[in-house]
């Protein structure tokens, strides 16, 4: 019996174990910290054995296969003996896509996954499809694979998940943007990330469709040095003769073979430039599976966004507070200061991942009137602002964070949380900081 050890048990991993648990296999889950309740029931409840707070190499060594979480590197000294003896180490999208059919519409990008992901889920299912969602949002692929049986998956892709897929296929694959992220987990090499990302577009054929922003400058470098097989579908604001999404007197436009559509850029749901790319990829795909064009124009017009994006908290004498606490990235803090109407201050700071700070430079000198900075270690921000901003205060909470920006801002400014930065220094995660922070601003 084929033996296949998961590593890491959080919804990934314990889908992955449930899946091979039904395909018969004998499976062993191990993960360095401490499982979560629900999912140590879920394993029970499977038969399932595991091992917490700790890796037993004589019970991984011994794999036939490793169906490895996301968050996990392969600089982890268990992996790197994993791949010394050539055991097979992938993903748990990798695996799930075996033991399925449905149509898999998988979505990439630095900035705008989780919005894209939400919304073409948000078409599909309104246009009545039998559709589920997974990947970074929603229950682990797996998992909805062993237990339920959808048509098509929306599939939400880090480039960590698509780092442990080989032969796996995106019928419909959106690659948003590239701009540099988690340059850590790549050797501090640009390439590295960038062919990570690309993988999005591997295994497929002429009958798949690359849904893509033309005019990202990555994007269009990389497509001149590749030969991508698959149907192409560009989408940008100014169009092209093979542009297929595009604006036009106010208007979005999709225009391919099967569909010619179009609705005002004033009625989308969700604001802001980098939303209309992201209702433009949305709707292209949605196209693509024929949903109806009344359909479409309905779900992009009712949206509800997605939490900790831009999103609106409260007003408290005349400041507004907005939680994008799912920033984790430069590129991601300029989409969100380019949308800013007023002036910002703005709160920035967390684990460093080797970040440049000149892309949000401009911005920063033309919006922000104050930074709060919150993280364990600032120096890196510091470096960079202190010459550029005149008020700047260090904090070591989300409370104190709140009352400081509440304090620095005049009436009409904007605090914004915005931080660059990963979570894990004072945080569980970003849903954990934005929460906090959403807490923080309603007891003001």
């Known amino acids: 019996m084929k033996r296949i050890v998961?590593?890491?048990?959080?919804?990934?991993?314990?889908?992955?174990?449930?899946?091979?648990?039904k395909q018969g296999f004998e499976v062993f889950v191990s993960d360095m910290s401490e499982i979560k309740e629900e999912y140590k029931t879920l394993l029970n409840a499977n038969s399932?054995?595991?091992?917490e707070k700790k890796h037993s190499e004589n019970e991984i060594l011994n794999a036939d296969e490793v169906v490895k979480s996301p968050g996990i590197p392969d600089k982890a000294p268990?992996?790197?003996?994993?791949?010394?003896?050539?055991?097979?180490?992938?993903s748990e999208i990798e695996f799930a896509g075996r033991y399925t059919k449905a149509k898999m519409i998988c979505i990439t990008g630095s900035n705008g996954k989780t919005t894209t992901t939400m919304l073409v889920y948000h078409l599909l299912k309104n246009a009545g499809l039998n559709v589920g969602l997974a990947g970074n949002v929603g229950q682990s692929l797996a998992l909805q694979v062993a237990t339920a049986a959808f048509d098509y998956y929306v599939v939400e892709l880090s480039s960590f998940q698509l780092d442990g897929m080989t032969e796996f296929k995106a019928d419909i694959a959106i690659l948003l943007n590239i701009t540099p992220d988690h340059l850590d987990r790549y050797d501090y090499n640009f390439q590295n990330y960038v062919d990570s990302k690309f993988r999005i577009t591997q295994n497929q054929t002429e009958a798949d469709a690359f849904i893509f922003w033309e005019n990202?400058?990555?994007?269009k470098a990389e497509l001149e040095k590749r030969h991508i097989q698959s149907t192409m579908y560009p989408f940008a604001i100014e169009r092209n003769e093979k542009t297929k999404a595009f604006i036009e007197k106010d208007e979005l436009i999709i225009k391919t073979l099967k569909t010619l559509f179009s609705m005002p850029v004033s009625e989308?749901?969700?604001?802001?430039?980098?939303?209309?790319?992201?209702?433009m990829a949305a709707g292209l795909a949605a196209s693509i599976v024929n949903v109806r064009k009344e359909n479409i124009r309905q779900s992009l017009q009712d949206f509800q966004g997605v939490e900790h994006r831009l999103e609106y908290v409260a007003t408290v004498k005349n400041i507004r507070f907005i939680n994008d606490s799912k920033?984790?990235?430069?590129n991601s803090c300029w989409y969100a200061l380019q949308s800013m109407k007023t002036r910002v201050v703005l709160i920035l700071g967390g684990t460093d991942k080797g970040n440049d700070y000149t892309e949000i430079e401009e911005l920063v000198k033309e919006k922000v009137s104050g930074l709060i900075l919150i993280g364990l270690d600032n120096k890196p921000l510091h470096e960079y602002f202190d010459s550029k901003i005149e008020h700047i205060i260090d904090v070591q909470s989300m409370e104190a964070a709140v009352k400081e920006a509440y304090n620095m801002a005049t009436e009409g400014e904007t605090v914004?949380?915005?931080p660059c930065c990963a979570s894990f220094d004072l945080f569980k995660n970003y849903e954990d900081r934005g929460k906090q922070f959403k807490q923080c601003v309603r007891e003001l």
């Open 327 to 330: 920033a984790t990235n430069v």
């Open 216 to 219: 990202d400058p990555i994007i």
């Open 268 to 279: 989308l749901a969700i604001k802001g430039l980098h939303n209309t790319y992201n209702s």
């Open 48 to 51: 399932i054995i595991w091992e």
């Open 78 to 90: 268990i992996i790197k003996k994993l791949l010394a003896q050539n055991t097979p180490v992938i």
């Open 416 to 418: 914004l949380l915005s």
């Open 6 to 21: 998961i590593l890491g048990a959080g919804e990934s991993g314990t889908g992955a174990a449930v899946l091979a648990k």
